[in-house]
């Protein structure tokens, strides 16, 4: 099934209209009919954050910019769909998409903008990378994570997407140019910070390290700012947002291989491990009345840990490929 011009439509609306519950459900339906649907989404999503740096539109000649931004469409092979059967569909609807959006401001940026080089970044299995980006701010790429990001910044907004998996940055203060992470819908905007974001299919995780940053979760009313220490979880499906304590979370672990545990409720210590060494612990007995655990590991394998749990707590603890149980000692 193909995205027709009733979905564009019901995407430009919610685009201009963030708060629409309702039309908001409607669309995340109709994304989820095909991959040609998702891809569509996005790409007009990603038009349409573009336009966030645009300052005079008085003089837009809609009909050039539009025929500029459909050959632009037509050039780049980002927008080829995987299936060849749907090329000539994927071009037919991107061109319609221009048409739209350049009277929304989009086409416009595009073309009076498409001299700055976007760059897409993407990391394997077992692969990380860092970007260093003009401002001398750095994104750590952790495995399976894709960033775009332009050659060199313009505009009064410092704009990078982060497009799929967990990626920490270390921002360089600027006053007059924040630096604003796009996820879909949703942002991270800071001044100078770091932090850490993780985003899966239906969750974007945010803990902040040092610093303040703003997240505007898309389709709700909230805006919260976290500062040092904290974290936030929004599922973007059923749009809610669960402020969480970062202290024992150990987000950026893949980063630094450093685990760090101050009171933590063996539960957490669980969680950051199953998160960081890619294993599933299964708990047969009750650990709620086991004492809070402190420690700190650099560098560790997963038996050294499960060998100092063991020796901290009454249990009995066996592993079997990404399977660990633990188990209360009779």
């Given amino acids: 099934m193909k995205p027709d011009e009733d979905y564009l439509r019901k995407i430009v609306l919610l685009l201009n209209e963030p708060d629409n519950v309702e039309l908001l459900h409607e669309v995340e339906a109709l994304r989820m009919l095909s991959p040609d649907h998702d891809t569509f989404y996005k790409e007009v999503v990603n038009l349409w954050a573009a336009s966030a740096d645009v300052k005079d539109l008085q003089h837009i000649n809609v009909a050039e910019a539009t025929e500029r931004l459909s050959l632009k469409l037509k050039q780049s092979p980002r927008y080829v769909a995987s299936q060849p059967s749907g090329v000539g569909v994927a071009l037919k609807w991107f061109t319609r998409a221009a048409a739209v959006l350049v009277t929304g401001a989009v086409g416009y940026w595009i073309y009076v903008s498409r001299q700055v080089e976007f760059i897409t970044k993407s990391t394997g299995p077992n692969v990380r990378d860092t970007l260093v980006l003009a401002d001398h701010s750095q994104i750590f790429m952790d495995e399976n994570t894709t960033v775009r990001y332009p050659s060199q910044w313009s505009g009064a907004q410092r704009r990078v997407y982060l497009e799929a998996g967990n990626a920490f940055f270390s921002v360089s ?11 879909q819908q949703s942002t991270v905007t800071v001044l100078g910070t770091t932090f850490n974001i993780r985003l899966r299919q239906n969750e974007i995780a945010v803990s ?20 040092a220490g904290d974290g936030i979880v929004f599922n973007t499906l059923a749009r809610t947002l669960t402020a969480v304590d970062v ?6 672990a893949w980063l630094t291989h450093e685990l760090v545990f101050t009171d933590a409720p063996l539960r957490d210590v669980l969680s950051a491990l199953e998160e960081y060494y890619r294993v599933r612990f299964v708990v047969v007995d009750s650990i709620t009345k086991f004492k809070k655990f402190n420690a700190t590991f650099k560098n560790n394998s997963l038996q050294e840990v499960l060998d100092v749990l063991a020796a901290a707590y009454p249990v ?12 209360g000692n009779p």
């Fill in 247 to 252: 202290t024992n979370r150990n987000s950026d």
């Fill in 173 to 183: 203060h600027d006053k007059e140019h924040p630096f604003v992470v796009q996820m």
């Fill in 208 to 227: 902040v390290k040092t610093g303040t940053v703003m997240f505007e979760p898309g389709g709700t009313k909230e805006n919260p700012v976290l500062r």
């Fill in 316 to 327: 009995k603890i066996e592993s079997k490929d990404s399977l660990v149980v633990i188990q």
